[in-house]
């Protein structure tokens, strides 16, 4: 089967790549003035409108010029660089070369230099070489001075410019957590460099060139995804030009942060690039600590012309505090307690470790046809051991139990991509045909703690609680200050294998109007566990056995397509519709004891794309609704008509939907001038869930009643915000005495949320509310800096406001924003 796949693939690569080269007629290539090749330089007729990247070897070309006398402008993000007349004649032009006078250190600065349109632009995450204004979807783009002007540190800064992502809590701040469209983004959703990574240990941002956000569904491209979002990280690449950075970053609570970024050719084929960084600090919250060290070589081999290999490899250390935040009282937030108060046990500790490698090979068979195969793993490890759960009573005291957990995680993807252009009589297909395979594989370790010196409960039986804290007056003297001894138990290992190809085709009916069509197949196998008991020294499968029945491997199956259609009226505009699907696996099995299959999610989007001023200024907007119709529920009625109590048996009689609106503008109106804003509405919520059933069993000859029901409909679900806002202005001096001064300022809004726990129809009946609404809130970021040739120097107040809220996981996890902080950064370029 793989035989005949390629080999379809290499007769289709033939054939069409035969008939585009007939209808090829402008083409050319564009240099710096040392003769290197400018890759991802945009290329515009300007008369008819129509635009290309330029290749990794600076090339670029045009089908279907008819005769007559045009304008070739050459942009990099949105500056135009050079433009040059043609003249096509008889169905064909001269090969026009652009050798743009500037050193590549120069034209590194301009890529980098705005916040300009990316509506132009090839997105990476998009796999199918398309420009952002054809694809008929959202996508934003966090470029390399946006990162640099804020002195972004994690993704979670970098995202906090993209409309539409919120930040969410997870337990103990153990990771950093996002939400898209109403859905969270777990680790099926960050990418590094196109391969899926772990967020685990909160992604280090210092070698970060951009993050690309493909917004909505994106199952397609990629499989089991979330419907929300997809985060694609763009790390820096080695040079054939020498040359680097070091910095140093200190601030607030005793911040030190020094990277060093080299790179270079070592001959006229290999280059090298290394970036590194070593961070300790402290925080606002007492005792909480973090010490991270990060390494990134690569590595960058030219075999041709055509065809190179790209080798990286990156390791990240990082050690923190597990930090619960102030916990709850009575269940519910109490100001009471102070932002800097720490529950948790003195010793608790959260260490990790993340190693990267990837390797990715490109070869361009033609300036039309070109071969994409990446292969990657990650392992990750953690290591935590911390108390748990801080929820005190009324008089604020809180039982703290201990968990000491470990986990190993190795994944490993590979991809083979292959895009191409080609001509149906007048029609221009851009085709991607892809395969994809992901593998992991989890250990998770289970201890026994040693619990000499436990609390003793009011039977004088020993508890599993380590000590009581009260959280209003926490550091009081008697607290246990102890470590107990912590055994492994069990070790149990599951693994998950994922399959998947897919095509894609951008039919271009004419210069206004095009159609992007798609189908997916993913195919997921997740075994049985297997568990080793350390005592016993056996290792055991863990069957899934329900009422004699053996469930076996889980298998999910599912097509995903894609339709939309895209209008361009003008060149500079771009509107379009579109429909997409993901899927999302479901615990639980059905009637027939068999694994219950995966939910189908519905996507439905419209949008608008436009670019002003010559791409100065671009502003897009976007309404989306998606909807779940296959929601899981618990079985309230057997097919034999008794009552069904099993949770675990499902069917698919629930609704939720998802609706909103997102408006993203950037701009470089000015030199030096740099503006981002957005903003962005979501409403998650249950539309349909099961009624307030009671159900009748017998239990020993006796009627026992049970009453079961389903999620309060039209309520905002936990985690999700409802309005979120962003915006950035940067203006740096271009002339006068003055000349290098960066003066900056930005803005982040974080709606109204639902933390704690969505309530049943039946809690709401009995007056029970586990819902803990949160406020809104807003902060303020200014910066000011100098750049001075080769130095330059920039500071940062951040949250000028002192503004005081929270992020909160359930209702046990409640963690204060950080007050308002000074960070500075001084960098010599050599």
Do not use: C
Not at 503 to 528: C, H, M, S, W
């Amino acid at each position: 089967m793989n035989k005949s796949i390629f080999l379809g693939i290499g007769i289709a690569t033939l054939l069409s790549s035969t008939a585009y080269a007939q209808n090829l007629n402008l083409k050319g290539s564009i240099q710096n003035s040392h003769g290197a090749p400018i890759e991802a330089a945009t290329v515009t007729v300007k008369e008819l409108g129509k635009s290309t990247a330029t290749s990794r070897q600076g090339g670029y070309s045009f089908s279907n010029i008819p005769d007559g006398n045009y304008t070739l402008i050459v942009k990099s993000l949105g500056h135009i660089l050079e433009e040059r007349k043609v003249t096509v004649k008889n169905g064909r032009a001269n090969d026009v070369l652009f050798s743009i006078n500037t050193s590549s250190a120069q034209l590194d600065y301009v890529e980098i230099n705005g916040y300009s349109s990316t509506n132009n632009k090839v997105i990476s995450v998009g796999k199918g070489g398309i420009v952002d204004k054809d694809l008929p979807q959202a996508v934003q783009i966090i470029n390399e001075q946006v990162i640099k002007d804020q002195q972004v540190n994690r993704l979670s800064d970098a995202l906090k410019n993209a409309n539409g992502i919120a930040l969410g809590a997870n337990r103990g701040g153990s990771s950093e957590n996002f939400y898209a469209r109403g859905y969270s983004l777990g680790a099926n959703n960050i990418f590094l460099n196109g391969a899926r990574t772990n967020n685990g240990g909160s992604i280090e941002a210092s070698t970060l060139e951009s993050v690309e956000i493909l917004k909505g569904s994106a199952a397609l491209l990629y499989g089991g995804v979330s419907g929300g979002a997809v985060v694609n990280m763009v790390t820096k690449k080695p040079k054939f030009t020498t040359g680097g950075e070091v910095s140093f970053r200190t601030g607030s609570y005793d911040l030190y942060k020094p990277t060093v970024d080299v790179y270079g050719p070592l001959s006229k084929k290999l280059a090298v690039r290394i970036i590194s960084t070593y961070e300790n600090a402290k925080s606002f919250r007492d005792v909480v600590s973090t010490e991270r060290f990060y390494i990134n070589p690569s590595l960058l081999y030219k075999i041709s012309d055509r065809t190179e290999l790209n080798v990286i490899f990156d390791f990240l250390k990082s050690d923190y505090t597990p930090d619960f935040g102030i916990g709850s009282v009575e269940g519910k937030i109490n100001k009471s307690v102070g932002r800097n108060t720490f529950i948790n046990v003195p010793w608790a500790f959260n260490n990790t470790k993340t190693s990267n490698g990837q390797v990715n090979l490109k070869h361009e068979f033609n300036s039309n046809w070109k071969l994409n195969a990446l292969a990657s793993y990650q392992q990750y490890s953690r290591d935590y051991y911390s108390s748990e759960r801080i929820q005190a009573n009324a008089k604020g005291m809180a039982a703290r139990s201990l968990n000491k957990t470990q986990t190993e995680e190795l994944t490993s993807n590979q991809q083979l991509n292959l895009t191409g252009q080609f001509y149906t009589g007048a029609v221009k297909h851009k085709l991607l045909v892809g395969l994809d395979a992901d593998q992991s594989n989890t250990k998770a370790f289970t201890f026994d703690i040693n619990r000499a010196g436990n609390v003793v409960d009011k039977n004088n039986n020993l508890t599993a609680v380590y000590d009581s804290i009260d959280v209003f007056n926490p550091y009081r003297d008697q607290l246990r200050q102890d470590r107990p001894e912590a055994k492994n138990l069990a070790r149990t290992t599951t693994n998950i294998y994922r399959y998947g190809i897919f095509f894609q085709d951008l039919i271009e009916v004419t210069n206004k109007f095009k159609v992007l069509a798609g189908l997916r197949y993913t195919y997921q196998r997740t075994p049985n566990a297997e568990k080793y008991t350390y005592e016993t020294g056996v290792t055991e499968e863990v069957k899934n056995i329900v009422n004699g029945v053996e469930l076996g491997a889980k298998v999910d199956k599912a097509f995903s397509p894609k339709l939309g259609l895209i209008y361009q009226p003008i060149p500079t505009s771009s509107l379009y519709v579109s429909y997409a699907n993901n899927f999302t696996p479901n615990t639980g099995y059905d009637v027939n004891y068999s694994p219950m299959r995966p939910s189908i999610i519905d996507q439905f989007e419209a949008g608008v794309k436009n670019d002003f001023f010559n791409g100065r200024l671009t502003a897009n907007a976007t309404y989306y609704k998606i909807k779940n119709n296959r929601f899981t529920q618990q079985v309230l009625v057997k097919p034999d008509g008794t009552d069904n109590i099993d949770t675990s048996m499902k069917e698919f009689s629930g609704k939720t939907s998802s609706d909103g609106f997102e408006l993203d503008i950037t701009a470089s109106l000015l030199p030096g001038l740099n503006l981002m804003a957005g903003y962005a509405y979501n409403n998650m919520r249950y539309t349909e869930t099961s009624p307030i059933t009671k159900l009748t069993t017998v239990v020993n000859g006796t009627n026992k009643v049970t009453e079961v029901s389903g999620n309060q409909e039209d309520v905002r679900l936990v985690g999700t915000t409802a309005h979120t806002a962003n915006g950035t202005i940067f203006y740096t001096l271009q002339q006068g005495s003055l000349k290098g001064l960066k003066l900056g300022f930005s803005t982040f809004y974080t709606g109204t949320r639902n933390a704690g726990w969505n309530n049943t129809k039946i809690q709401v009946r009995d007056g029970i509310n586990r819902l803990i609404k949160v406020d809104g809130f807003t902060t303020f970021d200014f910066s000011a800096g100098y750049n001075y040739r080769k130095w330059s120097l920039l500071g940062k107040l951040s949250n000028i406001t002192n503004e005081f809220n929270y992020y909160i996981h359930e209702n046990y996890s409640v963690n204060p924003i950080p007050p308002r902080s000074f960070s500075t950064t001084v960098s010599y370029r050599f």
